[in-house]
């Protein structure tokens, strides 16, 4: 009898191509989009019945941006981690990840320069990477989405140095201290009435990128699947534990102590766990259930539809403002808020399609060139952008 069971290996878990971390990828930045879309600009707004719920259906896309995370820490330290005695290992490194994230966030910085959607200020600490800190500089954080990418790359000019310089062994024990650090300084800040940054700035939120190198460690050791899968159920069994305890002491909300520090670590678990899941799923005989076409378009597109999806909506509400104001959602009216999805979101999705496609790929092209004395990369490098041979890339 033919047994299909996560269990059953059809492929190693990690593989030159896992497309299920496209699927994974689209789910993150659909997250992000129905956040933005409809619970973010109008939870203020009166509905009720199924418009109602439909809203604060969306309420839990933020937390896409810490899937990201953990995805992203995952992929890029397996690239590094697989290519540390390999020469040129900084040079290749910083050279396709410039070419990877810097066309398409520059370009959108020009955009919100010459549409007037940021300050001078603002644009000046986005170009440096800066937008999670602009708090610090008394600076308005003009373009929300901004500020995890800088996260991200304050966390790839460190790391490529901490995984060449230390062991495979120290790589795992450094990404777990971070994992335990970093909620204690959210403890503390919080304790002592800091925390304005405690949701972005990098030392308050590495952890996700940094529990996701640790299962790029653990995941390139001597684990058999059948421990990798209960690896995963211990996961989601304390991820569920801690938020159905912690319930009562404040993890469902950053306002309590208990929230302030254990409430990331809760959510990237949970996020460890189901990356887990797909990577078990994708390369069992049940990988169907994880390649999902429609969630890897959105994967493939991820990162230009993350920075150019609020760009959208702005024109949008901007437009109707000036010239047909009846046109804004308002109380009562959730079906304007489903059109603006709709038309802003589809114009978003198909301006992300078309960069993508027309413009990245060229700078993707390119990143060839230095990695010709490799194997093939991850999960296609042209079909989706956020690699043991090289593994995908982790733009969004």
Same mark, same amino acid.
């Given at each position: 009898?033919?047994?299909?069971?996560?269990f059953?290996?059809?492929?190693?878990?990690?593989?030159?191509?896992?497309p299920?971390?496209?699927?994974?990828?689209?789910?993150?930045?659909?997250?992000?989009?129905?956040?933005?879309?409809?619970?973010?600009?109008?939870?203020?707004? #009166?509905?009720?019945?199924?418009?109602?719920i439909l809203?604060?259906?969306?309420?839990?896309?933020?937390?896409?941006?810490?899937?990201?995370?953990?995805?992203?820490?995952?992929?890029?330290?397996?690239?590094?981690?697989?290519?540390?005695?390999?020469?040129?290992?900084?040079?290749?490194?910083?050279?396709?990840?410039?070419?990877?994230?810097?066309?398409?966030?520059?370009?959108?910085?020009?955009?919100?320069?010459?549409?007037?959607?940021?300050?001078?200020?603002?644009?000046?600490?986005?170009?440096?990477?800066?937008?999670?800190?602009?708090?610090?500089?008394g600076?308005?954080?003009?373009?929300?989405?901004?500020?995890?990418?800088a996260?991200?790359?304050?966390?790839?000019?460190?790391?490529?140095?901490?995984?060449?310089k230390?062991?495979?062994?120290n790589?795992?024990?450094?990404?777990?201290?971070?994992?335990?650090?970093?909620?204690?300084?959210r403890?503390?800040?919080?304790?002592?009435?800091?925390?304005a940054?405690?949701?972005?700035?990098?030392?308050?939120?590495?952890?996700?990128?940094?529990?996701?190198?640790?299962?790029?460690?653990?995941?390139?050791?001597?684990?058999?699947?059948?421990?990798?899968?209960?690896?995963?159920?211990?996961?989601?069994?304390?991820?569920?534990i801690?938020?159905?305890?912690?319930?009562?002491?404040?993890?469902?909300?950053?306002?309590?102590?208990?929230?302030?520090?254990?409430?990331?670590?809760?959510? #990237?678990?949970?996020?460890?766990?189901?990356?887990?899941?797909?990577?078990?799923?994708?390369?069992?005989?049940?990988?169907?259930?994880?390649?999902?076409?429609?969630?890897?378009?959105?994967?493939?597109?991820?990162?230009?539809?993350?920075?150019?999806?609020?760009?959208?909506?702005?024109?949008y509400?901007?437009?109707?403002?000036y010239?047909?104001?009846?046109?804004?959602?308002?109380?009562?009216?959730?079906?304007?808020?489903?059109?603006?999805?709709?038309?802003?979101?589809?114009?978003?999705?198909?301006?992300?399609?078309?960069?993508?496609?027309?413009?990245?790929?060229?700078?993707?092209?390119?990143?060839?060139?230095?990695?010709?004395?490799e194997?093939?990369?991850?999960?296609?490098?042209?079909?989706?952008?956020?690699?043991?041979?090289?593994?995908?890339?982790?733009?969004?």
């Amino acid at each position: 009898m033919k047994q299909h069971s996560i269990f059953v290996a059809s492929e190693n878990l990690i593989r030159p191509v896992m497309p299920e971390l496209d699927s994974l990828r689209g789910l993150a930045i659909l997250g992000v989009l129905f956040l933005h879309g409809f619970f973010w600009p109008y939870s203020g707004l #009166h509905f009720k019945g199924w418009s109602r719920i439909l809203l604060l259906a969306t309420r839990p896309g933020w937390l896409g941006v810490n899937l990201f995370f953990v995805l992203s820490g995952f992929l890029i330290t397996g690239i590094l981690l697989d290519s540390k005695n390999k020469p040129r290992y900084y040079s290749r490194f910083y050279t396709r990840r410039a070419l990877r994230i810097l066309p398409a966030y520059y370009s959108l910085l020009i955009l919100l320069a010459i549409l007037h959607q940021a300050s001078a200020g603002f644009l000046g600490l986005s170009f440096i990477y800066l937008a999670n800190l602009t708090n610090l500089f008394g600076v308005p954080a003009d373009y929300g989405p901004l500020w995890s990418l800088a996260v991200e790359e304050h966390y790839y000019i460190a790391w490529p140095a901490v995984v060449r310089k230390l062991n495979t062994k120290n790589v795992a024990i450094a990404s777990a201290a971070i994992c335990v650090v970093v909620p204690v300084l959210r403890s503390v800040a919080f304790h002592y009435g800091y925390t304005a940054g405690l949701g972005w700035y990098t030392w308050f939120v590495a952890d996700g990128l940094a529990l996701g190198s640790l299962l790029a460690v653990v995941l390139r050791s001597s684990l058999t699947r059948a421990r990798v899968a209960r690896l995963c159920a211990v996961l989601f069994t304390l991820a569920l534990i801690f938020t159905g305890v912690g319930a009562r002491f404040g993890i469902l909300t950053m306002q309590r102590t208990f929230g302030a520090t254990l409430q990331y670590s809760v959510v #990237h678990v949970f996020f460890a766990a189901v990356l887990l899941l797909f990577l078990l799923l994708g390369s069992s005989p049940r990988k169907r259930c994880v390649n999902s076409a429609t969630l890897q378009f959105f994967g493939y597109i991820s990162y230009g539809l993350y920075l150019i999806h609020l760009l959208v909506f702005r024109i949008y509400d901007k437009i109707l403002r000036y010239y047909w104001p009846q046109l804004l959602p308002a109380d009562g009216h959730f079906e304007l808020v489903v059109i603006r999805f709709l038309v802003a979101g589809g114009a978003a999705v198909g301006l992300a399609y078309l960069s993508r496609r027309y413009f990245e790929e060229a700078f993707l092209r390119m990143k060839d060139r230095f990695t010709r004395d490799e194997a093939p990369t991850l999960a296609p490098d042209s079909a989706a952008a956020p690699a043991l041979p090289q593994l995908q890339d982790p733009g969004r």
